[in-house]
């Protein structure tokens, strides 16, 4: 599946920006293709409130407008998820293991896209764009093309006679892997010590849970020197 970059005629692109490698490395992958960007993060109540600061951090580097949305009461709500619910562990292992289900959080990104739509439309920008990327596929429902395919069609038809012309939900990264993107990353100069991968929100990664396990792999793999430091050698 090819994701078009055109962002339309009219205004920016509002990125959603967890503060991860991924929605970090895609902020400078539209800028470099000469996008505008404001940035919008989410606090649902995740535990690993430290990828919010990495995307304010981000922001200030960039000095691009940044929103933070509070979604809190709606976490209350998503109980069952390591990420929101403190009874659940966040598993260690891989993260195509069949343990990380525990991390999905139900409808998180088309939560999150939904709004940043209905803001694309108050505020006539051009696209939204995700940093889904390949290795979500296997966990993660609403991080499939098709997926990606089904919001567009649902957002165009939500918002018909609203949306600016040629508007689009982006996921340039869709059918790349960490590692690919990773080697984005080096390419645009990302500030990786600026980036936040960890489920478990400790002062520094865990280095064991899924997401660490696919930051540690995605650098091996891309033969780029990981700066990431970790609790687990």
């Known amino acids: 599946m090819t994701v078009s970059l055109d962002t339309g005629s009219a205004g920016a692109t509002i990125v959603i920006a967890s503060g991860g ?28 409130r430290r990828e919010l600061d990495c995307a304010r951090q981000v922001a200030e580097i960039l000095q691009v407008p940044h929103q933070v949305v509070d979604l809190r009461a709606v976490g209350v709500l998503l109980s069952g998820s390591a990420l929101t619910d403190l009874t659940v562990a966040v598993p260690d292992g891989h993260y195509t293991d069949e343990s990380m289900r525990a991390t999905v959080v139900p409808n998180r990104n088309a939560l999150m896209l939904d709004v940043a739509v209905a803001v694309a439309v108050t505020t006539h920008c051009g696209a939204v764009a995700f940093g889904a990327h390949g290795g979500d596929h296997a966990i993660y429902p609403d991080c499939r093309p098709e997926f990606v ?85």
Request: proline share 3%; glycine share 8%.
């Open 21 to 48: 490698l991924d929605s970090t490395t895609l902020i400078y992958h539209l800028l470099a293709h000469g996008s505008r960007v404001r940035l919008m993060s989410f606090d649902y109540g995740q535990l690993h």
């Open 149 to 233: 395919v089904a919001f567009n069609a649902s957002a165009r038809l939500a918002n018909e006679g609203f949306l600016a012309s040629g508007f689009s939900v982006l996921a340039p990264f869709l059918l790349q892997s960490k590692a690919d993107i990773v080697r984005l990353d080096a390419t645009y100069e990302v500030p990786f010590e600026r980036t936040w991968s960890c489920y478990r929100g400790g002062a520094r990664h865990c280095g064991t849970c899924g997401t660490c396990t696919e930051r540690r792999e995605a650098f091996q793999v891309a033969g780029i020197a990981d700066p990431t430091s970790y609790e687990a050698a």
